[in-house]
């Protein structure tokens, strides 16, 4: 079973290129970015409770998140493997992630990041927050804030990896194309 992790800041393109990487492996990909959005749509419980934090560029509790997907992990636990885009974000869920692997006697066989600069993930966010609604595009404020959060947060993440030694980073800058072909390369050598 191969379980990817595509790591990265906001706007550093995991979305675009998981949707691209699950079908080439056959990958269950989740979204924890998606997850929320869908319960926000449809007014449920977990949707109010993330709406708060979302709007604000916060990350949403480790509680409420690591429930969340265990609860889609162990709906999903036959199918030949997982793309994480968006999750772990901190530490703990890092952990969380591993604990819940290890019941299904598998593990993290990459974290794969995106790596961009600061002021091209703005830009492309600002951007992205035209055409997409979401509104934690739509002002400069609010994706600043997230990418404050990655930093104080999720950046650590990098070291906690390196040291399982399945750390593997990737320019994220250019083609769509181009940026698929170096994860691949990645994928094809584990
Ligand atoms: P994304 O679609 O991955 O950019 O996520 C959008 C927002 O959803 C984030 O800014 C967080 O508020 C929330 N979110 C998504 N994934 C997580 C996570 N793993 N932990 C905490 N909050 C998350």
């Keep these: 079973m191969k379980n990817i992790v595509l790591f990265g800041p906001p706007g550093a393109g995991k979305g675009t290129q998981a949707e691209i990487i699950k079908l080439k492996y056959d990958l269950f990909h989740i979204s924890t970015g998606d997850v929320f959005r869908n319960n ?15 709007n604000k560029g916060e990350l949403v509790p480790d509680e409420i ?14 199918v030949n493997g997982f793309i994480f885009d968006g999750f ?47 509104a934690d595009d739509s002002n ?34 250019g083609a769509i194309e181009d940026i698929t072909f170096r994860i691949i390369d990645v994928i094809n050598k584990l």
Excluded: W
């Excluded at 703990?92 to 591993?98: D, H, N, R």
């Design 40 to 54: 926000i749509k449809n007014n449920t419980e977990l949707g109010l409770l993330a709406k708060g934090f979302m």
């Design 65 to 78: 998140t690591i429930k969340m997907l265990s609860e889609v992990v162990e709906k999903n636990k036959h």
């Design 88 to 134: 772990p974000r901190t530490e703990s869920q890092a952990i969380a992630l591993e604990q819940l692997l290890l019941k299904f006697n598998t593990s993290i066989s990459a974290m794969i990041a995106l790596e961009v600069d600061d002021e091209i993930l703005i830009n492309r966010l600002l951007e992205r927050g035209k055409g997409s609604g979401r």
């Design 140 to 173: 400069r404020e609010i994706i600043e804030n997230r990418i404050k959060e990655y930093y104080a947060k999720t950046a650590i993440l990098k070291t906690f990896y390196q040291r399982k030694n399945c750390y593997y980073g990737v320019d994220g800058i």
